[in-house]
């Protein structure tokens, strides 16, 4: 349980970067952090149970398109878990399109990777 309360953490930190430093990426909530702790709790929930099984079942179809298919699955987790973090808690990410979704991705794993350094050293 403290792993995942880490992991939930750093992924929090992770989007509050991305959505500071993207302007497609758009928090909502009183306070905004709140939005973004959110949707990274669903992000970070979905990145453990389901998005292990669905890339290996998209196996195939990331092998024909050299790996691109799985920005169309980074893209729909993230829609996901805003569209979750919306429907239960009326706050969370507002993610701009497909693009923007690519390039925050690209900063989360960036940025998590980096504090997942800093945190074990």
Known sequence: MASFLARWAIMTFAAAVMVALLPGM????????????IWALFMALLN???????????????????GLFALVINWLFMELASWLAFTIFGMGVVIGG???SVIGSLILTIVSGLVNTVVRA
Do not use: D, E, R, Y
């Open 26 to 37: 758009t928090a909502v909530g009183h306070p905004a952090i709140l939005g973004v702790a």
């Open 98 to 100: 497909f693009w923007w």
């Open 48 to 66: 453990a149970s389901l998005k292990p099984v669905v890339q290996l079942l998209a196996m195939p179809f990331s092998i024909l398109t050299f």
